[in-house]
């Protein structure tokens, strides 16, 4: 083929590639949709604890919290618990079946669909406020742990396990083995122990982006309340909605 014969369509192609939840992917792109997705994980648990006093993407501690309670005979406290790890776990398994679909059919939705069923769960958070009794607080609970399933399975998936956006503790474990991984190369300069200096970078990008989008998500409930997470959704709708409404697979070459 001569570059004469080049159909036209790179432009198209390159445009494609701007977006961070299309389906063909590189290190880079998960790296940069993870910092984002990192952000929002923040400051909706920041945000979450001040609305129900709950950290909402904590699946150790509510397991924690879980045997505790049972072993008290504290039995609401206990249910509380339950409800969490069970909306977070069926955030996860529903975010999984979207993807599964998504790819079953050939689609090249399967990421920005389920970023935009979490930017619509935040929107929905964001009437907690309409329940003042502690109905009002277990679907605020139950709303940001499935939110926090879907995000996590969906970046595990997309990334093939190696990110983590809503799990703290993986991400500081992380940073640890790669500095491990550092000074044992300075110190013992014959093995071929080296880190990576790239993927340490990101990890350190996303606590950051945890830790400020938490500052953001605290100010922000304490400005606005509930409605601190209408911004939260617009972020997540704003990223996937135009590739999820106007992105077209292209024509496959004859």
């Not at 997309?158 to 991400?171: C, E, F, P, V, W």
């Amino acid at each position: 083929m001569t570059k004469l014969d080049v159909p036209p369509s790179r432009p198209v192609n390159a445009r494609k590639r701007k977006s961070l939840v299309h389906a063909v992917r590189g290190e880079r792109d998960d790296h940069a949709l993870a910092v984002v997705l990192a952000g929002v994980a923040g400051a909706a648990n920041a945000g979450g604890y001040f609305a129900v006093q709950q950290y909402t993407s904590h699946m150790t501690g509510y397991l924690a919290s879980l045997a505790d309670n049972l072993a008290l005979g504290n039995l609401w406290l206990a249910f509380v618990s339950v409800l969490a790890i069970s909306a977070f776990t069926a955030g996860a398994g529903f975010s999984s079946v979207l993807i599964s679909w998504a790819r079953d059919h050939h689609s090249h939705h399967q990421y920005s669909l389920p970023v935009a069923v979490q930017g619509g769960f935040l929107l929905c958070f964001s009437f907690g406020w309409i329940f003042t009794s502690e109905v009002g607080r277990l679907f605020s609970i139950a709303c940001l742990c499935f939110i926090m399933g879907m995000q996590n399975a969906m970046v595990t998936k997309l990334s093939g396990a190696r990110i983590r956006t809503t799990h703290a503790t993986g991400m500081v474990t992380d940073i640890g083995i790669e500095l491990g991984r550092a000074f044992y190369g300075l110190v013992r300069r014959a093995s071929k122990v080296r880190a990576d200096y790239g993927k340490l970078g990101v990890l350190l990008l996303q606590v950051v982006s945890f830790l400020f989008g938490g500052i953001t998500g605290a100010l922000g409930y304490k400005a606005l309340g509930f409605m601190f997470s209408l911004p939260l959704g617009a972020v997540l709708l704003g990223i996937s909605l135009p590739h999820l409404l106007f992105d077209r697979p292209e024509p496959t070459e004859p």
